[in-house]
């Protein structure tokens, strides 16, 4: 890469860090889109957000901390601490840091589907989540 490319790319990332939610979660869906995921679908992303997934404890699924309704406030199933709504529409500074949303996505995929979340999946949730 030649070193103009490279300075655009740098003055872009430095621009885009200044900005609010859409940017993050975009380079996020070009990211999944390069792993070979895509198109994202919100409606996909709004039934996984609900679909419950076996555990020994009992079933578990996003909307188990965080509500059916992400803009709503959340409970934290094992500890009763209150989750402040998802949303961006409730809490704009949501969707906004990149490294917050994927630590938070493959911690929170693993204790509700038992794994880490694919690709597809994490850009669907992302798609539906940027939504509300
Ligand atoms: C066991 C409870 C729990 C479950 C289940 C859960 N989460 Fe979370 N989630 C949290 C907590 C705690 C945080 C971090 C605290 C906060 O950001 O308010 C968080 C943060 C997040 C964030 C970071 C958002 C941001 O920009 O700050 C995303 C995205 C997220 N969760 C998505 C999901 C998705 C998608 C699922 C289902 C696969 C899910 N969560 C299931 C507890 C949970």
Redesign the pocket.
């Known amino acids: 890469m030649n070193i103009r490319v490279t300075r655009a790319i740098a003055l872009a990332l430095l621009l885009g860090a200044g900005t609010a939610g859409a940017g993050v979660v975009d380079e996020l869906l070009a990211d999944y889109q390069s792993a070979g995921a895509g198109p994202f679908d919100p409606k996909a992303g709004a039934a996984?957000?609900l679909q419950e997934h076996p555990s020994p404890e009992g079933p578990?699924?996003?909307s188990?901390?965080?509500t059916a309704d992400p803009a709503a406030e959340?409970r934290?199933?094992?500890t009763g601490k209150p989750?402040?709504p998802?949303a961006p529409s409730a809490r704009p500074e949501?969707?906004?840091?990149r490294k917050?949303?994927e630590k938070?996505?493959a911690r929170?995929?693993k204790?509700?589907?038992g794994r880490e979340?694919s690709a597809q999946e994490k850009g669907d949730?992302?798609a539906f989540?940027r939504t509300q």
Do not use: K, P, V
Request: aromatic share 10%.
């Open positions: 996984l957000w578990r699924a996003c188990t901390c965080h959340g934290h199933a094992t989750i402040a998802l949501r969707l906004s840091d917050e949303i938070w996505l929170n995929c204790w509700t589907l979340c949730l992302l989540l």
